[in-house]
């Protein structure tokens, strides 16, 4: 069997290669259907990443969001056909204490080796994971997206003292929306506030208690714990706004991602007793919850599928290369590839 391999080359520049899949040495062997675009991706395609960081990882095929079908499996844990999510994190050891995802051992796709831009995705029985017929294949695109603010919210859970009146989520854009979302249905008695800058991103917020714009809020709101879901340069003021609107021995998450260096007012930190703590990627355990999540609440996918803002038909390099251009001028919202290789 012949796999074709559409890697990222160069900034903005794809190419393909051809490998050969041996079925009889393949566990499983997934044909992908719909993939979506991730941040992290968006920075390889622009080359918004330090030369050397970019100069060791490239060439290598994008992507860590996506479904596919079953097209071989030796392992017997699925039929051909079915349809299932593919879990990036690939762990290399057990730990009893640190979570795969935060293994320094394990190796991610569209990171440390090729991601699921592919004809063909070559895998094994333990990182593939069956999904019901009834979730909708466009917001199952993004599962990978949706466990790492589900695993943010566990460890939230796991950290944070008892008191959970308010929560604050900073940021209104995908990870915003998806996490404010999910903090609603894991502690339906906890008013969720969202904080951000753009009003009509917000209005999509329907299911949170309250929204706020960021320039506008009082100097009494006062929240017990909060998520930081901006990222970037502008992670900066988020975190500083936050250390100022949080009660003392509050909890910060911090999910967003910067390429930057970002001061943090260590002081307040102190005075408040603060408990900051990162979140990144997410493990098989997390890819679980999430599919029993989307199982049983249609509400959650419902919400989920206004994300869902285009569907390109991927057929060759050019179309791979047009979609990553149009993910650029999408602020809110995810682009879903319907791969058609």
Known sequence: MINTVYRLVAPKLFNSVYQDVDPKTSEVIVRPTHLSICKADERYYLGNRDPHILEEKLPMALIHEGIGRVVHDRSGEFKSGDTVVMVPNVPLEDDA???????????????DFDGFLQEYVVTTADQV????????????AFTELISVCLHAIS???????????????WGDGNVGFITSLLLKETFPETEVIVFGRNPEKLSYFTFANETRIINEIPDDLKVDHAFECVGGIKSQSAIEQIIDHINPEGTIALLGVSEYSIPINTRMILE?????F???RSGKIDFKKTLD?????REIVSYLENLVVEKVKIRNLEDIGDAFEKNLGIDFGKIILLWDK
């Open 155 to 169: 460890r939230m859970d796991r950290f944070a003292h008892a008191r959970r009146d308010t929560v604050g989520v």
């Open 293 to 297: 999540l989307l199982n049983k609440n």
């Open 278 to 280: 990162g979140n990144s």
């Open 97 to 111: 204490v640190i979570s795969e995802n935060y293994l320094n051992s394990s190796k991610f796709r569209s990171s």
């Open 129 to 140: 994971l069956k999904i019901d017929d009834h979730i909708n294949p466009y917001v199952a």
């Open 272 to 276: 408040k007793g603060i408990f900051l």
